[in-house]
Nanobody, 125 residues
Framework: QVQLVESGGGLVQPGGSLRLSCELS????????IGWLRQVPGKDRAGIGC????????YYAESVKGRFTISRDNAKNTVYLQMDRVKPEDTAEYFC??????????????????WGRGTPVTVSS
C-alpha cells in the first residue's frame, strides 16, 4: 500500500509560480511512477504529467508542456510539480497518483494504483 499526500496549493496570480509537493509513504514507493492530474468541477480528472521511477524521465500533456516541471527526490520520498507562467485555466484540484506499471509515462492515466486527496490551486488576480 502506498499513501500520497499533496501540499502547496493556494492562490497564485496569472503568470506566477507555485510548487506542489507529493509526499509518499508505504512499501516500495520508489518502484512507482508518479503522475499528476487535475480536476475542475463538472469535468473528469485529466493527467498532466508523470515521472518515471526507473530513470526520472518525464511525460507532460500539451496543456502544460514548457510551463510545468515534475521532479523527484527519492531521499525524501517526495515528488514535486513546479508550476510556472500559470494561467487562469490552470485553476483546479491537483492530485498525485502512483502507477506501478508506468502507464502514465505514455499519457495513460487509467491504471492508477493509489491516489492522494488533492490540493486546490486557484489562478486569479
Amino acid at each position: 500500500q502506498v499513501q500520497l499526500v499533496e501540499s502547496g496549493g493556494g492562490l497564485v496570480q496569472p503568470g506566477g509560480s507555485l510548487r506542489l509537493s507529493c509526499e509518499l509513504s508505504g512499501k516500495f514507493v520508489d518502484l512507482y511512477d508518479i503522475g499528476w492530474l487535475r480536476q475542475v468541477p463538472g469535468k473528469d480528472r485529466a493527467g498532466i504529467g508523470c515521472i518515471s521511477a526507473r530513470d526520472g524521465s518525464t511525460y507532460y500533456a500539451e496543456s502544460v508542456k514548457g510551463r510545468f516541471t515534475i521532479s523527484r527526490d527519492n531521499a525524501k520520498n517526495t515528488v514535486y510539480l513546479q508550476m510556472d507562467r500559470v494561467k487562469p485555466e490552470d485553476t483546479a484540484e491537483y492530485f498525485c497518483a502512483a502507477d506501478l506499471l508506468g502507464r502514465c509515462m505514455s499519457g495513460n492515466f487509467y491504471g492508477i494504483d493509489y491516489w492522494g486527496r488533492g490540493t486546490p490551486v486557484t489562478v486569479s488576480s
